[in-house]
């Protein structure tokens, strides 16, 4: 059983950047497709990015495209999320999920197992 935990979120102003983390116990990711998604208040999980277990290919919501890059190192079994020129509308809690397939989805329904979630708020 994997077990995942993220970190990295916080208060930043507009424009900011911020990194989130999301570390892995209990079996390594190399094998799996990782996604990081994020849900507002009363809002349902929406899809921000993913990367294929090998790390060659990516998928970003149009939202975010050219603000945010995830990568993984399989090798310290994380995936991070680099936001940068963050908006108030990027404010959530930001999840981290994982897929025992390889191949990366934009459902949230397809993910396999999930952090606790780390709280992004931009504000000024």
């Known amino acids: 059983q994997v077990q995942l935990v993220e970190s990295g979120g916080g208060l930043v102003m507009p424009g900011g950047s911020l990194r989130l983390s999301c570390a892995a116990s209990?079996?390594?990711?190399?094998?799996?497709?990782m996604g990081w998604f994020r849900q507002a208040p009363g809002e349902e999980r929406e899809f921000v990015a993913a990367?294929?277990?090998?790390?060659?290919?990516?998928d970003y919501a149009d939202s975010v495209k050219d603000r945010f890059t995830i990568s993984r190192d399989n090798a310290d079994n994380t995936v991070s999320l680099q936001m940068n020129s963050l908006k108030p509308e990027d404010t959530a809690v930001y999840y981290c999920?994982?897929?025992?397939?390889?191949?990366?989805?934009?459902?949230?329904?397809?993910?396999?197992?999930w952090g606790q979630g780390t709280q992004v708020t931009v504000s000024s």
């Open positions: 999920g994982g897929r025992y397939s390889g191949f990366i989805r934009r459902n949230a329904y397809d993910y396999n197992f």
């Open positions: 209990g079996r390594t990711l190399s094998s799996y497709g």
């Open positions: 990367i294929n277990w090998k790390g060659d290919y990516t």
